[in-house]
């Protein structure tokens, strides 16, 4: 708000929602109070807001939560934040245990957010700086659970060999019956499994019986009644048979101690593989050393890199990594920018060129001066990216946030009316059928697999796609972009260099050649036209040297000339050849040919002699043209939209091989353009670099910057290609495509293992075959289900990208 009508609009927009009261706007402090009837009143006025210009200020945080174990804790956090006054939106990943929340700050803090978290029963604290140390936060974790199964299976054998032993082998049987006796070996089943379950199983009852008492149960629940049931039932066998049906006694203790053992051996397993799947983030974080050798007075001394500030100098020797983002001020090196770009050819750098922080110093001694630190630099921004887009929750996941709110309960109304239908229906004794028929539709329905199959995936793939210099920036385009019908390219400075090249110079004497050059180029200092400057770059590059130049004269639109060692030389176009009288048909045939393909052409003189043929042009990149071919091999329809003439844009795209071209359009034209290809084509993306492409990379249904481009536009895209190169294209799409296909399949993983085995463990097998699946088995598959989705997921590190 910048003056008193802003305050008004503001009020008027609060005010024209139902529900609301007390409209106080203050311009003074920027602020507006009101009063709501209820939470959604408070939302539609945070809509309002933005709908009339005046956008609540917004914070965003991340959690770290834990006690989240399944797609069902997934979905009951995700609706605890949502429903809390303030908050805007709320993503929760359970592949990396976050909680992303955008709320508004003066209707909630991060402390109370967490304390709703942990009310509803996952405890959760600020993610340090937005890059905690998550692998280390795993790798504990994964410590933690291997100690625990292997307690557990200590535990667990010696009541398996007891109980099943005597099945397999019924010498054991006979033997076990012999010397200690049955009941003495059930009392020792008792005593081992009950330190199985109330030891390292104690997790799934601390964690899934408060979830049971406040009707939101998740997988812990669904294992501690399962194997809660197995015990109970065996432990009143045991000490109070009595109580129990006639014909009815048996124990299930080796099923309670199995099921637990072989769950907390699955939880070892997604633990490892869950810390694999941020690797990408670790391994950018490990990039930055811990310290740099520091200019203090005429000493060099180490400091931390967290202690350096702007305009600190620092010495960066070969071999070394860059601590911070910098300019090089003294010394020249070549960097390996792999880490930044995916490209393995290292960059040679010199005073006044850019460094970036994490990138590694091939050879040559730098001194540096710092540009940015913390947060403000490249790398931090990256980590940040990646984290937005591997937290991110595709439209794709909406299916899975619907299915498992009720599944844990269906799951449970399904154990209840399989306990019911054996004991009706059942043989003798029917309460033990039922009880190992309850028990294993509670175990082996699980909702692990559900809630890892997507966002496994979404970070797997976006790290990779990270480590490809291509960063997803929303991490919904991972989705949007596998559905895209057509790319269409800005041409300046995306599929071409983006700066004027001198690409022929042909003059009348061979033989003086590089002198005529000079000439020309000392001519064009006195110049400001950008083709001026692309002659003198290739003159520099040639190492000529400029002799003086006299009486310079400008004309307007048509060229420049000057004296030299008393002959006067002009330089211009075929206009300015006319009206000194110097003839080009010599060179005609040649000019055309070159502005056929879109080159500009001109010419020097000499004394009204023509004397060369100059021809420059903004080159295409190495890459482009191979790029369209991937494109177009992959099904895709390219286009190219440039402010170019149509001779130039047409020359161009035909060299490229594209066929749809809109050429001599405006900054504002271009919107119309790809709205007019959206409605031909279908879904849209757009690759632009700069400010002038800002506004259509926003409107696109995927914008896509040129990293190397303005900050503007990469703000304004859903991917940025941090090489520059638009071979990133060809690698965001094929990463798109492959990802969600990976997510495909661990959602039909997902959903099939549960609908087959579901009706399995219930015992639908049993009246045909007599097949009745144990509660162990099905603490097996279970396991295997979330280790099968998170394998499957890792299967995207090692992408391999073709074109």
């Not at 309460?431 to 496994?456: E, K, R």
């Not at 390219?489 to 110079?505: H, I, N, Q, V």
């Not at 481009?709 to 859903?718: C, N, P, Q, R, S």
Request: net charge negative; aromatic share 6%.
């Amino acid at each position: 708000m910048t003056c008193g009508g802003c305050a008004a609009r503001v009020s008027r927009a609060i005010e024209g929602i139902s529900g609301v009261q007390g409209v106080s706007v203050n311009l003074a402090d920027e602020t507006a109070q009101f009063s709501a009837s209820d939470e959604e009143t408070v939302l539609d006025a945070l809509s309002a807001l933005n709908a009339a210009g005046y956008p609540a200020e917004v914070q965003e945080i991340r959690l770290m939560v834990d006690g989240m174990s399944c797609a069902s804790c997934v979905g009951r956090l995700q609706n605890a934040l949502g429903a809390v006054t303030g908050v805007v939106d709320a993503q929760v990943n359970l592949a990396d245990d976050s909680a992303t929340v955008r709320f508004v700050p003066t209707l909630i803090t991060a402390r109370e957010l967490a304390d709703v978290s942990a009310a509803a029963g996952y405890p959760a604290t600020p993610a340090k700086d937005g890059v905690e140390d998550r692998s280390a936060r795993k790798d504990a974790e994964a410590d933690h659970q291997r100690r625990m199964t292997w307690i557990a299976v200590a535990l667990s054998v010696p009541v398996f060999v007891l109980e099943m032993g005597g099945h397999l082998f019924p010498a054991l049987h006979h033997l076990i019956g012999r010397s200690i006796g049955f009941e003495n070996s059930w009392m020792i089943q008792f005593v081992l499994t009950t330190a199985v379950l109330f030891g390292p199983g104690r997790q799934f009852f601390t964690n899934g019986l408060p979830a049971l008492w406040r009707l939101a149960p998740n997988m812990n629940s669904l294992v501690a009644l399962g194997a809660g049931a197995a015990w109970v039932f065996s432990t009143v066998a045991l000490f109070a048979p009595a109580v129990l049906p006639q014909g009815t006694r048996a124990v299930y203790f080796e099923a309670a101690a199995v099921i637990v053992t072989l769950i907390l051996l699955g939880r070892w397993f997604e633990a490892r593989a869950k810390g694999r799947t941020g690797a990408a983030i670790q391994n950018l974080i490990g990039l930055q050393p811990r310290s740099a050798r520091v200019a203090r007075g005429t000493e060099w001394i180490e400091v931390p890199v967290a202690d350096l500030s702007v305009g600190d100098r620092f010495l960066l020797k070969p071999g070394e990594r860059v601590p911070t983002d910098a300019v090089v001020i003294d010394g020249t090196g070549a960097i390996d920018e792999s880490m930044l770009t995916g490209e393995p050819m290292q960059v040679a750098k010199s005073s006044g060129d850019a460094l970036t922080g994490g990138t590694v110093n091939g050879n040559g001694s730098l001194t540096c001066e710092v540009t940015h630190v913390g947060h403000d630099t490249t790398l931090a921004q990256i980590i940040r990216m990646v984290q937005q887009a591997q937290g991110a929750r595709l439209p794709i996941q909406a299916l899975v946030d619907r299915v498992t709110l009720w599944f844990v309960p269906a799951v449970m109304g399904i154990a209840l009316l399989t306990v019911g239908v054996w004991l009706v229906f059942g043989p003798d004794p029917a309460l033990s059928y039922a009880l190992v028929a309850g028990v294993s539709v509670l175990i082996i329905a699980c909702p692990c697999a559900m809630g890892l199959a997507t966002p496994t995936s979404i970070m797997v793939g976006s790290g990779r796609a990270a480590g490809l210099g291509v960063l997803f920036r929303q991490g919904d385009a991972l989705q949007s972009l596998a559905d895209v019908k057509l790319v269409a390219f800005d041409k300046t400075g995306t599929l071409t260099e983006g700066k004027p090249m001198l690409t022929e110079f042909v003059s009348s004497d061979s033989g003086r050649e590089d002198e005529m050059l000079a000439w020309v180029a000392a001519v064009e200092t006195h110049s400001e036209h950008p083709l001026a400057q692309a002659i003198l770059q290739a003159a520099n590059d040639r190492g000529l040297t400029f002799p003086e130049v006299s009486e310079v004269e400008v004309t307007s639109g048509q060229g420049i000339s000057g004296s030299i060692e008393g002959q006067r030389i002009t330089v211009g176009n075929s206009r300015m050849m006319k009206e000194i009288g110097a003839s080009t048909d010599k060179l005609d045939a040649r000019a055309s040919e070159l502005k056929a393909q879109g080159h500009t052409v001109f010419f020097a003189a000499i004394d009204g002699a023509i004397s060369a043929l100059i021809a420059v042009s903004d080159p295409v990149r190495s890459t482009s043209k191979a790029a369209i071919a991937a494109l177009k091999k992959r099904g895709v329809q390219v286009a190219m939209i440039s402010g170019d003439g149509a001779g130039t844009a047409q020359a161009v795209a035909q060299n490229l091989g594209i066929e749809t071209v809109v050429a001599d359009v405006l900054p504002e034209g271009k919107i119309d353009a790809l709205k007019s290809l959206r409605a031909t084509y279908g879904k849209t993306a757009f690759v632009g670099d700069g400010i002038n492409d800002a506004p259509v990379l926003a409107d696109a249904d995927v914008g896509i910057a040129i990293g190397t481009g303005t900050d503007v536009a990469i703000e304004t895209a859903d991917v940025v290609l941090m090489s520059g190169d638009v071979q990133g294209v060809v690698h965001a799409i094929d990463l798109s495509r492959k990802t969600l296909r990976n997510i495909k399949q661990n959602l039909l993983w997902a959903f099939g293992y549960n609908a087959a085995l579901i009706p399995v463990a219930a015992g639908v097998f049993y009246p045909a075959f007599g097949v009745l699946l144990s509660p162990g088995l099905a603490a097996g598959a279970m396991a295997f289900s979330s280790i099968f989705v998170l394998g499957n997921a890792l299967r995207l590190r090692r992408v391999g990208i073709s074109t």
